[in-house]
């Protein structure tokens, strides 16, 4: 296992343009997630994949966000109009997709936005 | 929905001291638990999970929790603290639901590890 990798690492903007991230998740791995971790807080949960198919949002996946994940391998999170209140770490992760609640989710380092 | 709460939002030991950090979820049934441990500028690493069986779980860098049905907790305890040990732990359970495969993580605890 080469662990779930993202690109890229940082990311500076000004407010109004659009970023795109990407994860690569654990080979295998056919579940990914999207999280979005604030300062002094937990992750909180944007998205996840079931192969293709992405099969939850949260309410925070505003119109602004969208994730594909198009051959079920790698996926992108674009963020379109970037606001200031964008300026958080984006948390990937992925799992084997075991049945329930055992499936353990393996984190990538995180890309840091800073939205000026 | 299930949820975790960290009460603890700071906590500072000296190196070589025990240390034990509280979780405690609610949830009617057994529930799945995980704790990770973010450094910063990091994303999360797994230090151990609970699923069913024994309640005492252990995990890496020599950590352990305990699950504990009685008091709605699972805790996460380390005999001895190496400086390497500061960093934020976050406490984690399945969001649970059909189809829901979230996880809803606690506030998280910084632990300080003075020399």
């Known amino acids: 296992d080469t662990g779930v990798s993202q690109d890229p690492r940082h990311k500076i903007t000004k407010r109004g343009q659009n970023v795109t991230f990407r994860c690569d998740p654990i080979s295998e791995h056919n579940r990914l997630y999207w999280y979005r971790q604030t300062l002094g807080q937990g992750p909180e949960f944007l998205t996840y994949f079931q192969n293709e ?5 949260s309410r925070l996946l505003s119109d602004r966000f969208s994730a594909e994940r198009p051959k079920g391998s790698f996926s992108t999170l674009e963020i379109q109009r970037t ?23 393996y984190f990538g380092p995180g890309t840091r936005l800073t939205v000026l | 929905a299930q949820s975790v709460t960290q009460p603890d939002i700071h906590i500072t030991v000296s190196e070589g001291a025990s240390l034990e950090l509280r979780c405690n979820y ?21 230090l151990l999970k609970y699923f069913s069986g ?17 008091q709605s907790s699972f805790n996460l305890r380390k005999p001895s603290v190496h400086w ?4 934020e732990y976050f406490c984690a359970v399945p969001q649970g639901g059909t189809g829901r495969r979230a996880l809803t993580f606690g506030s998280g605890t910084r632990l300080q590890v003075q020399p």
């Open chain 1, 53 to 57: 198919a992405q099969l939850e949002k």
């Open chain 1, 83 to 105: 606001e200031q209140g964008d300026s958080a770490m984006y948390l990937c992760a992925s799992s084997r997709g075991l049945a329930g609640g055992r499936d353990t989710q």
């Open chain 2, 26 to 46: 609610s949830y009617g049934a057994t529930p799945y638990l995980f704790w990770y441990v973010q450094s910063p500028g990091q994303g999360l690493q797994l």
């Open chain 2, 84 to 87: 390497s040990d500061a960093a």
């Open chain 2, 54 to 70: 024994d309640t005492l779980v252990q995990g890496i860098k020599g950590f352990e929790a305990e699950f504990k049905r009685s």
